[in-house]
């Protein structure tokens, strides 16, 4: 059985949206404190989810994919 899952780079200043992250159904892979980004990896379907909640928590700047993904491989 093959997830469908993403790589996703969120951009962010402050400390609320990793607190946010963590209690989101998302697995939080690396956190970078000084250039303000953090690495997750979660469901193809809930970006738009993701968006929507991370949109209004204090500090939160951006999402996008991962440049670092491979969509040829699948776990």
Request: aromatic share 14%.
């Amino acid at each position: 059985m093959y997830a469908n899952r993403m790589s996703y780079v969120v951009f962010y200043q402050g400390k609320h949206v990793i607190e946010k992250l963590r209690s989101l159904p998302v697995d939080v892979a690396y956190v970078s404190e000084k250039q303000g980004y953090a690495v997750v990896y979660g469901d193809k379907d809930i970006e738009a989810n993701l968006k929507k909640q991370l949109k209004d928590v204090k500090g939160f700047k951006h999402i996008g994919p991962s440049q670092l993904f491979d969509p040829n491989v699948n776990f």
